[in-house]
């Protein structure tokens, strides 16, 4: 197995040109509920690949949010939960699998067993922390990067392979890493950014354009759950630094609420001063609350995703779930708060 840590070492690359060189049938995963950055990582892949003359293929768990499906290629995803069998063929007839974006079986849910047991060697690409051992033979692990997608520019360049990258791929790779830095608005000040970003419009893609389609484009229904849930459900947890909003199934219901609707919800209340830490507590039709954290500087919510419901991701951005009702959630979250308060910032403790 090839680990890798920043700087990408040439080992890995070197590894993964060779399995590039010899796979003539690749696949591609990204974790469950993709976001920007998954997907966009997985299309830049296969756009490169295509061009490469690779019979290649892009899997997701679980459905992408309808304001993705412009990026050009979602329209041949292969989705395992509309599809398994067409999903679960894909990865045994593969000879190489990349995993982008995630870096534990467990994020890509009823897929898992299945990628298990494909054959094929896997490279990981990706920037979450602590990479699962023994999960991939090849692991690209960057946690320093601010996207999967600025990470796989980075990794294909280094390959000698960026001369494939064409327009559909760098679109794809702009939307990555502009959404995991909120159009450049966080996790933002490393220069490489530009550098790439720069490389990547080169291609003929129109940034102010692909900005308008991801950052300024809603529907009614979009506009009217985010605005609800900012005047209506928003509590603020002075004592804990702390915003939580809810949202139940039946409100979601009355919304008419789909995937992707409430994309960014979280964020909203970090940009009150006071406020070191927001919580997002979706309830889902499936029995289980969706968990989505966000903090500021040096407050760990992937350290309370991890410890107390059972997911994981960045240090300022995570998530997980809770197996049980809206109220079992709060109530879940309102009982570790004071074991977190040690992480506020000296100065923030006071009321
Ligand atoms: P979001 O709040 O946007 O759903 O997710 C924010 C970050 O947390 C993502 O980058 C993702 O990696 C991570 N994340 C979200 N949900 C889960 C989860 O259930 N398990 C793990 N391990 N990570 C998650
Ligand atoms: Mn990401």
Redesign the pocket.
């Known amino acids: 197995m090839i680990r890798n840590t920043n700087p990408i070492s040439p080992a890995a690359i070197e590894r993964f040109n060779e399995l590039v060189k010899d796979a003539s049938r690749i696949a591609i995963v990204c974790?469950m509920?993709p976001?920007g950055?998954a997907l966009g990582s997985s299309l830049c892949l296969w756009h490169t690949l295509l061009a490469m003359g690779r019979d290649v293929v892009v899997v997701t768990p679980d459905a992408f949010p309808a304001d993705l499906a412009f990026l050009p290629g979602a329209d041949r995803v292969v989705i395992a939960s509309y599809g398994p069998s067409q999903a679960e063929a894909v990865l045994h007839g593969a000879d190489l699998i990349f995993c982008l974006?995630?870096n534990?079986p467990?994020?890509i849910d009823r897929l898992a067993p299945v990628l298990m047991k494909a054959k094929a060697p896997r490279i990981m690409i990706d920037h979450?922390l602590n990479p699962q051992e023994n999960f991939c033979d090849t692991v690209i692990s960057v946690p320093e990067s601010s996207s999967t997608c600025l990470l796989l520019y980075r990794v294909l360049e280094m390959a000698g392979l960026d001369c494939h990258i064409g327009s559909f791929a760098a679109e794809c790779c702009i939307a990555g890493m502009m959404t995991?830095t909120g159009n450049f608005s966080y996790n933002a000040n490393d220069p490489e950014i530009y550098r790439v970003l720069s490389r990547l419009m080169q291609r003929g893609v129109d940034k102010d354009k692909l900005s308008k389609r991801l950052f300024d484009t809603s529907t009614e229904r979009r506009l009217r759950i985010m605005g609800y849930a900012q005047y209506k459900k928003m509590l603020l947890i002075k004592e804990y630094k702390c915003a939580v909003i809810t949202l139940s199934e039946s409100e979601l219901k009355e919304f008419g609420y789909k995937k992707g609707d409430t994309?960014g919800l979280?964020n909203r209340p970090l940009s009150i001063p006071e406020v070191i830490w927001s919580v997002?507590l979706r309830e889902s039709e499936e029995g289980y609350v969706?968990?989505?954290?966000?903090s500021k500087d040096s407050f760990s919510v992937?350290d309370i995703?991890?410890d107390y419901?059972?997911?994981?991701?960045?240090i300022n951005?995570?998530?997980?779930?809770v197996h049980g009702s809206l109220a079992d959630a709060f109530e879940q979250l309102l009982s570790i708060m004071p074991k977190c308060k040690s992480m506020l910032p000296a100065d923030s403790c006071d009321k």
């Open positions: 974790h509920t976001d950055d974006d995630f534990e467990a994020r979450h995991d994309e979280v997002y969706k968990v989505s954290m966000r992937r995703c991890a419901f059972g997911g994981g991701g960045h951005a995570a998530g997980g779930e």
